[in-house]
């Protein structure tokens, strides 16, 4: 089991910054490749990004590609994802999520995903 706490979502203008966090229990942890994903009022929960279990890989999806930055602390069983030159429409709730483990795995879509945190509002203004 994989408990999972996200924090760090708030509001903030066009081209601000913040930072998620997300806080995870439980022994397999560190073996798990981790993701983001977000979710608009009345549409899909889409895949953010993902980080590899040692954090040597990482993916991204396009909308997001050289504004977000994916990270992890394994010893500290943190993920991490830093969010940069906001725009409107990555206005959302924000879900942390541990993949399946697999020593290759970096999942991109639900259901490649076995434990949610709860979410966190992140509202980016123009």
């Known amino acids: 089991q994989v408990q999972l706490v996200e924090s760090g979502g708030g509001s903030v203008q066009a081209g601000g910054s913040l930072r998620l966090s997300c806080a995870a229990s439980?022994?397999?942890?560190?073996?798990?490749?981790m993701g983001w994903f977000r979710q608009a009022p009345g549409q899909e929960r889409e895949f953010v990004a993902v980080?590899?279990?040692?954090?040597?890989?990482?993916n991204y999806a396009d909308s997001v590609k050289g504004r977000f930055t994916i990270s992890r602390d394994n010893a500290k069983k943190m993920v991490y994802l830093q969010m940069n030159s906001l725009k409107p429409e990555d206005t959302a709730v924000y879900y942390c999520?541990?993949?399946?483990?697999?020593?290759?795995?970096?999942?991109?879509?639900?259901?490649?995903?076995?434990?949610w945190g709860q979410g966190t509002q992140v509202t980016v203004s123009s």
């Open positions: 999520a541990a993949g399946w483990t697999g020593p290759n795995a970096m999942p991109t879509t639900r259901m490649e995903y076995a434990y």
């Open positions: 439980g022994r397999t942890f560190s073996s798990r490749p």
């Open positions: 980080i590899s279990w040692n954090g040597g890989n990482t």
